[in-house]
């Protein structure tokens, strides 16, 4: 059994980054051997049940009404459009359904209300539910879960010390808040962040050490390769070395070794060759479809291809319901 740890210091964070990269992939791997199969990975669905119009200021999200990106808003979809497509994802083999709101909190109230019988709704299709609806209070995650809601995906997205150049509408100590509630509430986490901001290698593992210093450790680890947007202020942020992102999701895996490790935003601007590099390293799953939230994701055919290239399966979803 891996031990887990809890107090990783950045110092030997850095130092499992920074070993050669042969060094890294081959302990990395070693660690996902002992806790996961190396041959599978897990899908998820994600639908954006209310897009766009979002209060925050986000530096990297089409949807905050801040920014002028073209994108086309919409209110809570009707609860018929997400049961269809909760079962269309179930048919496509995800095994979650993730439904996100560009909200800054949860409101009280009939929208909540609507949230909740459609989490109970999708759930009974034989689905995890995940919901990202922003933050939210104790007696509210308490609400979700007892509704079915599995798992809560609230991002800290960076280091404590970057934060403040990406998003100046909510805090660190907010975010770090609602997973308090999150986990008290006895749902899951699904807490990561995003790469590519401009931020410094040591911003990164500040990130990974903020997430592994959560006790218990977020049961999955999304991390996200910035899609740049046009119109947000992170249009034109400095590219990524993709190399390094492989260093990112391996260090994850190292330092969280039970957790889901997902590779997340990025995979359609990505090569086949680094999202195969990503699951050698540990990341042992994906967003499925076409669509992020907002965003052009791979879709079905290209993953498919791609797994038979390598040998690797999907997680098959539960057949029943
Ligand atoms: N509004 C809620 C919130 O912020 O928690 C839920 C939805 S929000 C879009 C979920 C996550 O998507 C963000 O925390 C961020 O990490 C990620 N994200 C948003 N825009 C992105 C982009 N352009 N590239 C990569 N990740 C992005
Ligand atoms: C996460 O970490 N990545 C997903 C999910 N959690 C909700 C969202 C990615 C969004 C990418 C930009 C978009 O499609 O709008
Ligand atoms: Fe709003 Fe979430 Fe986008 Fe921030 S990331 S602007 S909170 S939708």
């Known amino acids: 059994m891996t031990d887990l740890k809890y107090d990783w210091s950045l110092e030997d964070i850095k130092a499992l980054y920074q070993q050669p990269f042969p060094d890294l992939i081959y302990q990395a791997q070693t660690v996902h051997r002992k806790n996961f199969s190396a041959l599978q990975v897990q899908r998820s669905t994600l639908l954006s049940i209310k897009t766009g119009g979002c209060s925050e200021d986000c530096a990297y999200c089409p949807q905050s009404?801040?920014?002028?990106?073209?994108?086309?808003?919409?209110?809570?979809?009707?609860?018929?459009?997400?049961y269809h497509k909760a079962e269309e994802a179930k048919?496509?083999?995800s095994t979650r359904f993730c439904m996100g709101a560009a909200w800054r909190q949860i409101k009280d109230g009939p929208e909540f209300d609507n949230i909740l019988e459609i989490v109970e709704g999708v759930a009974a299709k034989g689905l995890e539910v995940c919901c990202t609806l922003g933050m939210l209070t104790d007696s509210q995650a308490k609400r979700l879960k007892a509704a079915g809601c599995y798992a809560y995906n609230h991002n800290l997205d960076t280091s404590p010390e970057f934060y403040g150049?990406?998003?100046?509408?909510?805090?660190?100590?907010?975010?770090?808040?609602?997973?308090?509630?999150?986990?008290?509430a006895g749902m899951t986490i699904c807490c990561g962040g995003i790469v590519g901001m401009g931020e410094s290698v040591d911003d990164r593992l500040g990130l990974l050490q903020q997430?592994?210093?959560?006790?218990?450790?977020?049961?999955?680890?999304?991390?996200?390769?910035?899609?740049?947007?046009?119109?947000?202020?992170?249009?034109?942020a400095p590219p990524l070395e993709p190399l390094d992102f492989v260093r990112m999701v391996a260090t994850a895996r190292i330092i969280m070794p039970k957790s889901m490790v997902r590779l997340s935003a990025g995979r359609n601007e990505m090569s086949d060759e680094t999202q195969a590099l990503c699951f050698l390293a540990g990341a042992n799953s994906i967003f499925a479809g076409e669509k992020l939230l907002t965003t052009p994701n791979p879709g079905d055919d290209r993953d498919a291809h791609l797994l038979a290239r390598l040998g690797m399966s999907f997680v098959e979803s539960r057949v029943e319901n």
Request: no cysteine; charged share 25%.
């Open 165 to 184: 150049e990406i998003i100046s509408t909510r805090t660190y100590e907010d975010r770090l808040q609602t997973l308090k509630h999150v986990r008290s």
């Open 211 to 236: 997430l592994a210093s959560q006790n218990p450790h977020p049961e999955s680890v999304p991390i996200n390769m910035l899609v740049k947007v046009q119109g947000t202020p992170l249009e034109n």
């Open 91 to 93: 048919k496509s083999g």
């Open 65 to 82: 009404s801040r920014y002028d990106t073209g994108l086309e808003r919409h209110k809570l979809l009707p609860k018929e459009v997400i």
